[in-house]
């Protein structure tokens, strides 16, 4: 299983990325594929996830801004983000996890068993 995160990059502040997560050597009926992101000195931060079906959740710190969309063809996850803030400098890991998971759990990072390389975005003021 491999996840190959990208789109990282220098934006300033109020400006849009989009990163994508690319997935390949596994086909899961039931999943969910996330973005977390962690900035220096700071835990791992979940920010988004989706379910194959479409369900999405996310962190109230991504709500209204992050937008997490799928391709199930292409076996790819996506995070457009919007007005992006200094604050929101980090690296961002997508995440894979098979089959179902208690919905109070899916902001754990640890629930998730498979993880991208991360891609570094930087706000600048």
């Known amino acids: 299983v491999q996840l190959q995160a990208s789109g990282g990059g220098l934006v300033q502040a109020g400006g849009s990325l989009s990163l994508s997560c690319a997935a390949s050597?596994?086909?899961?009926?039931?999943?969910?594929m996330g973005w977390f992101r962690q900035a220096p000195g700071k835990e791992r931060e979940f920010l988004a996830t989706?379910?194959?079906?479409?369900?999405?959740y996310y962190s109230d710190s991504a709500k209204g801004r992050f937008t997490i969309s799928g391709d199930n063809a292409k076996k790819t996850t996506y995070l457009q983000m919007n007005s992006l803030k200094p604050e929101d400098t980090a690296v961002y890991f997508c995440?894979?996890?098979?089959?179902?998971?208690?919905?109070?759990?899916?902001?754990?990072?640890?629930?998730?068993?498979?993880w991208g390389q991360g891609t570094k975005v930087t706000v600048s003021s």
């Open positions: 995440a894979a996890r098979p089959g179902s998971v208690i919905l109070s759990e899916l902001r754990n990072p640890y629930v998730y068993d498979y």
């Open positions: 050597g596994f086909t899961f009926s039931n999943r969910f």
């Open positions: 989706m379910s194959r079906s479409g369900k999405m």
